[in-house]
């Protein structure tokens, strides 16, 4: 639990400062800095354990079927981190209260700091690889929030956007990473995929693995090309920079690659990849830091250079690399974030941060020059200061690398001339400051008095700038050596720090030094040769690619989704016709290994007949109700079909529901225009000819295939089991009202609603044109002829007990709920036909919509009834009984549930047929049906 | 007789596709319906093409299929339903948008 409560902590204390946003900054500051403090002190209380050695492990079950699971892990590795994490926050939290200092936003950033610190600490907690992603991405999301923090400012918001896409895309690849890792070992827990490291450098997806991987971490940690990113997320707040691009978010990148050591490290592809990676951010960052003008950019490009730095010693692979890379990291935090304290001070005071404009500050604020000149001291590796140590141990490792060979000659030239630049830098930050002449042209001249208690922030970091400067060796032992113990499971010998005192490294620290001085001195014609260089912005580059990914995506769209069903419909068939083609590629034969069965002249004159018919109605479809009739011809020998091959449940329900569906249509078609006019182009019909061509044969093609091959269904089971289990002979029925029962009760629920929406849209639908336009007095005169209205009279009765008959029978003999309720409810169509709407409608007794609930009532509570007895639901029960009159008969409890059935077919279809009817009475709409 | 079979079934669907394509609505329902027959059809064909074996229990000795029809009869119920509703959508588009071209704008066919 305490393991969560770290980062629990930070992220439920960020509403604190939410809710007491208009009090005082004093207030509010101690209010965001109580919870990251905890979590600092927690850390504290744990770090002796942690730095024996101890691995702190704690999991909560989460899915555990995707081998997810909640676990977090402290060891050395991620103590050093998480105490970084919140350390240096608290000091950030602290600096905010001066740089905000009562504006209205400071609740804001509060709450951000403590999410994104959240975020960070869960990311170097996990122990669960797919947890980490979860708090990497957090991190990006969070980040942008706090680079677009001023958000009114354009430049904020493409910086943020910039940073996002490079971050969060990298994330896409680390996840792809990832997953791919977690697959290979099994498993996606931290311990187990670090034990794997052989298995997984043996794989084959090894080199992809690592690609994707890095993807991630280089985007993260903004290494050569992903570095981008960094320099225009200085349109942030400089808390922010200090803290995201100092001292955390750009080291996640770091921290992926030495958690994951032992998976991954200690290859050649690793060594080249990572080693040439971070060589080129290095020398791209401390080159171009040079030539900033601006104080943050030019952090910006030197942070660049530090990342690429430590990015350098990971590639070389080796646990005491990796040491040394940690203690540069370390460093680097401490002298970084005060230097971006002062930019952000400096910006503030005097309104610039050009720093053409800006020299000679000493005279104003003598002790922001001490702790400055510090500072960037140690970032120049001076004797007696942090980066002094670390910056030789770099070059004592440069010359021990002796594979591969371009590394072995070129690498301590390449480190000592980017230790020169990174000299030449530090002094420019310093020196052009607070010296330099005296100020050109400030905003704010004389600049803002600078109160004493704003530097306390910088305070503690320089000291630690110093303390690291006076005993290197006791945090290289204490602290470097588990930490490395933690990341590599290798355990390092003591680090010897007198070898450091003389020889090569010494000679390159000079050389770095004096060159440095050399170039910084020599600045000006420098200047004047970048100033000629053409000017390059990334940011506009990467807007503008941006916007024309936008508009190709847009573009994309609308030619796919124009609006137009008929394009949607091409385009989906022909989706269809290519995918189903080429999955069938593997089929050596359509024909299969059956035989036919011979031709039948009956059968022969129907496929004709119906194959003409389907032509034609394609062909004159334009001429509407020729088409309308030529369909139902083709309905009609659908039901002989149905009929001629054992299939009399279907044939009965084609029959009536043929007659419905034509007399539906005729309905509509009197609203409608009679004939379509002719749009298509003949182009267009030759496309759509060749695409209906296509879905056709290929459904033909299958069909064949199919029928031409063995056959095996799993239908034994439900010829077998009918009579025994669902006491009737009719298996078709039964498995509709026993076997699949549950299936029947969604359908008839499917008809039900399609009949009310039917209903609903009719009630509101008003066909004005109508009347005047088609309507035939003589013909309405005659509309009920007296023959037929009689003949219906007389037709209502036997069809309703033929109906019945249906029904009953219908368990055992072709028949059952649906085809009666289609039949009762063709016998009132007819009525309805016959003596018209309003005479009909008076004489009908119930109405549709109540039949529709009672009958999906009935279905329901039928069903429920075998819950109430113990039984699943839907179990039926049969019996046979000896009933007067009639004889014995079979009860089964499915005839209820088929009443279910029938009452919602005979509701659904007469509310339908009903509410068309009453658009197209004489005297128009009338009260609506059902 | 497969072979007729499957002709005639691809024929009927290569109609309903067409009509599917064309600009109204009409059209469009013609099409629907005559899709629906093909895939009726075509499900029902997959439990084969018997004569005189209803899936009745004593009727005869081999039964056919039970299962494609008992799915065919519910299609052909539900097809039912949704041509009407269909049908009633293109009734109030055309009322509503007055044009009963399928894009709800009158003949403005879409490039190629």
């Known amino acids: 639990m305490k393991l969560a409560l770290i980062f629990l902590l930070p992220l439920v204390g960020a509403f604190l400062p939410l809710g007491i946003a208009r009090k005082s900054s004093w207030l509010l500051a101690s209010c965001a800095a109580l919870p990251a403090l905890a979590s600092f002190f927690l850390l504290v209380s744990l770090t002796p354990d942690l730095l024996a050695g101890q691995v702190l492990i704690q999991t909560w079950t989460w899915v555990p079927s995707l081998g997810l699971s909640f676990s977090l892990r402290l060891d050395a590795l991620s103590l050093i981190f998480a105490l970084l994490i919140t350390g240096i926050g608290c000091l950030i939290l602290l600096y905010a209260r001066f740089y905000f200092d009562g504006k209205p936003s400071a609740a804001r950033f509060y709450a951000l700091i403590l999410i994104f610190m959240a975020a960070m600490l869960g990311l170097v907690m996990s122990e669960n690889l797919l947890v980490m992603l979860v708090f990497w991405e957090m991190t990006s999301l969070v980040s942008f929030l706090l680079i677009g923090f001023t958000w009114k400012s354009r430049d904020a918001r493409r910086g943020a956007r910039m940073s996002l896409a490079i971050t969060a895309g990298g994330g896409l690849a680390l996840m792809a990473g990832l997953v791919l890792l977690g697959l290979e070992v099994g498993s996606w827990q931290l311990s187990e995929v670090l034990a794997a490291g052989d298995q997984i450098k043996a794989s084959e997806s090894y080199g992809l693995m690592l690609v994707l991987i890095l993807l991630g971490a280089f985007a993260k940690s903004a290494q050569f090309p992903f570095h981008l990113w960094l320099p225009h997320a200085m349109a942030a707040p400089t808390p922010v920079s200090a803290y995201l691009h100092s001292a955390t978010m750009v080291k996640a990148g770091i921290f992926l690659l030495m958690r994951l050591h032992p998976a991954l490290a200690d290859t050649p592809l690793w060594l080249d990849l990572v080693t040439l990676a971070g060589m080129t951010t290095l020398m791209l960052g401390a080159f171009v830091a040079m030539f900033m003008h601006d104080i943050k950019g030019l952090l910006a490009y030197s942070t660049l250079s530090h990342l690429g730095l430590i990015t350098l010693l990971l590639g070389l692979g080796t646990p005491l690399a990796l040491a040394i890379a940690l203690f540069h990291l370390i460093c680097h935090a401490f002298f970084k974030a005060p230097l971006f304290m002062m930019a952000g001070y400096v910006d503030q005071l005097t309104g610039s941060r050009d720093m053409q404009r800006i020299n000679g500050l000493w005279r104003y604020y003598p002790l922001l020059t001490l702790l400055s000149g510090l500072s960037a001291a140690a970032m120049a590796g001076l004797p007696l200061l942090s980066g002094y140590f670390s910056k030789k141990m770099l070059f004592a490792e440069s010359l021990a690398i002796t594979q591969p060979f371009w590394a072995a000659g070129l690498l301590p030239v390449w480190v000592t001339v980017a230790g020169l630049f990174s000299v030449a830098y530090s002094m420019r930050i310093f020196h052009n400051v607070f010296f330099n002449g005296r100020p050109v042209d400030l905003p704010n001249y004389p600049p803002k008095p600078l109160l004493k208690k704003a530097l306390l922030p910088l305070i503690p970091l320089v000291l630690i700038t110093l303390l690291i400067g006076l005993w290197p060796d006791w945090l290289f032992k204490h602290w470097m050596l588990p930490a490395a113990l933690a990341a590599t499971q290798v355990s390092l010998p003591e680090y010897d720090f007198t070898q450091l005192s003389g020889g090569w490294p010494l000679y390159m620290s000079l050389f770095a030094l004096i060159g440095g001085l050399a170039f910084y001195a020599a600045r000006g014609p420098l200047f004047a040769i970048h100033a000629r260089l053409p000017e390059v912005d990334a940011k506009n580059i990467f807007e503008r690619s941006m916007h024309g990914l936008t508009d190709w995506t847009r573009s994309l769209v609308y030619n796919l989704e124009n609006g137009s069903l008929q394009r949607y419909l091409a385009l989906i068939l022909m989706t269809c016709v290519l995918l189903v083609g080429w999955s069938l590629q593997g089929l050596s034969s359509w024909q299969g290994s059956l035989a036919m069965t011979p031709l039948e002249p009956g059968f022969v004159l129907g496929c004709l007949v119906m194959a003409m018919a389907a032509i034609s109605v394609a062909k004159i479809h334009r001429h509407r109700l020729p088409a309308l009739l030529l369909l139902g011809v083709i309905g009609l020998l659908i039901t002989l079909f149905f009929a001629r091959f054992s299939a009399p449940d279907l044939a009965l329900t084609q029959l009536s529901v043929e007659v419905m569906a034509v007399v539906i249509m005729m309905l509509a078609l009197s609203f409608l225009p009679q004939e379509s006019p002719q749009e298509s182009t003949k182009l267009r019909k030759t496309r759509d000819l060749l695409l209906a061509g296509g879905v056709g044969s290929l459904v033909g093609l299958l069909a064949f295939a199919v029928l031409t091959r063995p056959f095996s269904s799993i239908s034994d089971f439900f010829l077998a089991q009918s009579v025994e289990g669902g006491g009737g002979t009719n298996v078709v029925n039964v498995i509709l009202v026993d076997f699949r029962g549950f299936d029947t009760l969604g359908e008839i629920t499917v008809l039900g609603i399609a009949a009310v929406a039917v209903f609903a849209f009719t009630r509101e639908l008003h066909l004005k044109e109508r009347v005047t336009s088609n309507l035939n007095l003589q013909g309405v005169a005659e509309a009920h002829p007296i023959i037929l209205s009689v003949t219906a009279r007389l037709v209502l009765p036997i069809a309703l007990m033929v109906s019945a008959y249906i029904f009953l029978r219908g368990h055992n003999l072709p028949g059952g709920g649906f085809i009666a309720g289609l039949i009762t409810a063709v016998a009132f169509t007819l009525q309805y036909m016959a003596g018209g709407l309003v005479w009909a409608q008076e004489r009908m007794r119930t109405q549709f919509r109540p039949l529709i609930g009672a009958g999906l009532l009935i279905a329901t509570f039928t069903g429920m009834g075998s819950l109430v007895l113990g039984y699943p639901f839907l179990t039926s029960t049969f019996g046979h009984f000896d009933l007067p009159l009639l004889g014995e008969i079979e009860l089964a409890s499915v005839l209820l549930f088929d009443l279910g059935v029938y009452a919602v077919v005979v509701g659904a279809t007469l509310l339908i047929l009903g509410n068309l009817g009453r658009l197209m009475t004489v005297a128009g709409p009338g009260k609506e049906v059902g | ?112």
């Open chain 2, 1 to 112: 007789m497969e072979a007729l079979f499957a002709v005639t079934l691809g024929i009927l669907t290569t109609s309903g596709v067409y009509l599917l394509l064309r600009g109204r609505t009409f059209s469009v329902i013609l099409g629907l319906t005559l899709l629906s027959h093909a895939v009726n059809i075509f499900l029902f064909s997959m439990g084969r093409l018997q004569q005189g074996s209803p899936a009745l229990i004593g009727f005869t000795d081999h039964p056919g299929d039970p299962l494609p029809q008992a799915l065919v009869l519910t299609a052909i119920v539900i097809g039912f339903a949704m041509t009407a509703f269909t049908v009633v959508l293109a009734l109030k588009a055309a009322v509503e948008l007055r044009s009963d071209h399928v894009d709800g704008e009158d003949p403005n066919e879409d490039r190629l």
